[in-house]
């Protein structure tokens, strides 16, 4: 929400890195919407969803590795990737939709 807000009004312009949970969580919901009807929709959800994982725990290894915390926080620091990603883009899809109203205006 914030990084469309500050887009819009200081003309910045979006950077695809900024962009890429909003992506992540358009592309989740496109796939599990279409899984019902279609067996490639399953895969790429189930690729998708199993590269995600895969990279948030070695992520997470990393960094519990790096920071020389006990493994047993592990978890905690891989579930925190998913929680961020979703909500971050969660919250571009709502400074879209508003940016979207208020133009409308």
Do not use: C, I
């Not at 189930?46 to 915390?69: C, D, I, M, N, Q």
């Not at 925190?80 to 899809?93: A, C, D, E, I, N």
Request: no cysteine; proline share 5%; hydrophobic share 50%.
């Amino acid at each position: 929400n914030l990084n469309v807000y500050d887009l819009l009004k200081h003309r910045q312009v979006v950077t695809v890195r900024s962009q890429v949970p909003f992506v992540f969580v358009l592309s989740l919901a496109v796939l599990a919407a279409a899984a019902p009807r279609s067996h490639t929709a399953r895969r790429l959800l189930l690729g998708e969803s199993a590269l995600y994982v895969a990279a948030a725990t070695a992520f997470g290894t990393a960094s519990v590795a790096k920071r020389g915390e006990p493994w047993s926080l592990l978890p905690r620091v891989v579930s925190l990737f998913p929680t961020m990603h979703v909500f971050y883009g969660l919250g571009s899809f709502h400074g879209w939709v508003r940016a979207a109203r208020h133009r409308r205006r």
